[in-house]
């Protein structure tokens, strides 16, 4: 039986993915290939490439404003976003590495969303790190790059919860983790005597917010298809608190736990 795990978006939410590899390869469950979308698709090719789940820790450890603020490669007068993508792939250089599909040590698939006609693309083969930094691409917020003929952005607009490409892949049995689950953007200067924000969201955030709650009402059909489903509480983690990595992984850890009794069911089968 081949095994497959699959790695929603949900940006800083998406840390819990490590939490939950990490608790998989304690209890010896053997992942023979994996799917991702941005987030996801980050983590799902650290982790294809080779990467422990404590490497992969470390580096989420090392994430936080601080890190990420450097990487901004603003320029307004792109046409089709305010970020450049040029840092970014720098830095993913170090974490994933520039390889081809066929030289991971785990099958991997991970999904954008072709800009221009909505469908999903799914890469298994090129360069993985063109394929990962067209699946992270948030409307409007980056560059829109092209790969091959197509514009493509946000793998989340389309398949936020790659289930059904793992199958694709060869999966037998998928484990699928979605960390977009009761998702929710804190207002600034919200407290119990003034519950309404004060103020209104910046440009940012509404780009964000409607992609990813766009996503999580993706995300609940795509777990149908999962014989596993694995959903952290990320309650007060929210798509922008980077800074909480460590809290992230925890949550991912308590969740995979937590479903480890049906993991096993699912292996003696």
């Known amino acids: 039986m081949k095994l497959g795990l699959a790695l929603s978006g949900g940006a800083a939410r998406g840390l819990a993915h490590v939490g939950v590899i990490e608790v998989l ?66 830095r993913l250089v170090d974490f994933i590495g520039d390889l081809d599909f066929s ?39 980056f560059k829109v790059p092209r790969v091959g003929r197509r514009y493509l952005v946000d793998g989340g607009l389309s398949d936020p919860l790659p289930v059904e490409p793992l199958k694709h892949l060869g999966a037998d049995k998928v484990i699928a983790v979605n960390v977009l689950k009761n998702l929710g953007l804190t207002p600034p200067h919200r407290s119990r005597e003034h519950p309404l924000p004060r103020h209104a969201p910046n440009i940012l955030q509404v780009a964000t917010q409607v992609i990813y709650i766009a996503s999580a009402h993706l995300a609940e059909a795509c777990m149908k298809g999962a014989d596993v489903a694995i959903e952290p509480d990320m309650t007060g983690i929210h798509l922008a608190d980077f800074n909480l990595a460590g809290e992230a992984i925890q949550c991912g850890e308590k969740a995979a736990r937590k479903a480890m009794p049906q993991i096993r069911e699912l292996l003696a089968q």
């Open 103 to 141: 030289e991971l040590k785990k099958p991997f698939a991970c999904v954008a969303t072709d800009i221009y006609t909505g469908e999903a693309v799914v890469f298994t083969r090129g360069s993985v790190l063109d394929a990962v930094i067209a699946s992270m691409t948030l409307p409007l917020v």
């Open 25 to 90: 390869e304690r209890e010896g469950v053997q992942i023979d290939m994996v799917a991702g979308t941005s987030m996801g698709a980050i983590i799902g090719a650290a982790y294809a490439r080779g990467l422990s789940a404590e490497d992969i820790k470390t580096e989420a450890h090392d994430v936080g404003w601080r890190k990420l603020v450097p990487l901004v490669d603003l320029n307004p007068l792109q046409p089709s976003g305010l970020i450049g993508a040029r840092r970014i792939r720098r």
